[in-house]
């Protein structure tokens, strides 16, 4: 972990990004990599599993990295700020980034082994959208791996995060439409997409994350939120409130969802 830690833009004390190094490592060694691979990572943001792919991959092997988003977007590093620090360091050199860039009008003149999305699907503003994804990842590579929270939470700990993503997701739909939430997709959902696009899964596990901090922001987030809500219709707006309810009467403290993981060949 140390040397991919020292690769990365950390601002002060490094306990938050080696606990979310943890699980990107966990979540890699599920996506079976092997050194020399050529790797396409979509959502890359500021490169938190970038790093540990390039890791996995190793000299020979190559990561291009691409997202939507411009170089200006996250805090308190932005995604052009963490990505240099990346390319500046000794795993730089596998990794290739693309902001600013639509996987569906990205040229690629070659092929890759795996294509990697993850925790990045709830950013997709519809299945449609996403179903076209995996239907030119289909063209493009032999493999894509697949990993987002799993909202088949399994203890009673992790129901306030379940509540907060609802109450983001509500609040992208109802409030402002450009949220990092747009679509909690179960992976009963994925797994449809992914055989409607010609995949076979070869690989499916969960993979624990109630320990990351995520959790916690999302319901801090969702509390800021709410005095918004008035200005949705009346039953969207009991939802909500039942939503809080629910978040904010846990007894327990707040644990994370854990990640579920699909790996499918073409």
Known sequence: ???????MKIIGDDTIQRTQLTHRLELVRTFQLEKGMRVL????????????LADA???????????????????PIT???????IANSPLGQIIDFHYETDFLQFPIEESFDVV?????????????????????????????CFAEWDIDYTLPSQRA????????????????DDGNIQNLFHKSLIKKILENTGFTITNEQTVEASYLQDGQ?????????????????????????????????????????????LCADA
């Open 1 to 7: 972990m140390e040397h991919i830690l020292n690769c």
């Open 41 to 52: 990572e979509i959502g890359c943001g500021q490169g938190d599993t970038t790093v540990v």
């Open 57 to 75: 991959v190793g000299p020979a092997g190559q990561v291009t990295a691409i997202d939507i988003a411009t170089k200006e977007y996250g805090a």
């Open 79 to 85: 995604l052009g700020e963490a990505s240099e620090t």
């Open 116 to 144: 990697v999305l993850s925790h990045c699907s709830w950013y997709f503003q519809n299945a449609e959208l996403l179903e076209s994804y995996m239907q030119k990842i289909r063209a493009v590579a032999k493999r894509v």
């Open 161 to 176: 995060h379940f509540c907060a993503a609802n109450i983001l997701a509500l609040y992208t739909a109802f409030i402002e």
């Open 217 to 261: 922001w999302e319901v801090d987030y969702s509390n800021y939120l709410l005095n918004e809500f008035p200005q949705v219709p009346a039953k969207i707006q009991t939802l909500v409130e039942s939503f809080a309810y629910l978040m904010n009467e846990q007894q327990e403290a707040v644990l994370s969802l854990n990640s579920f993981v």
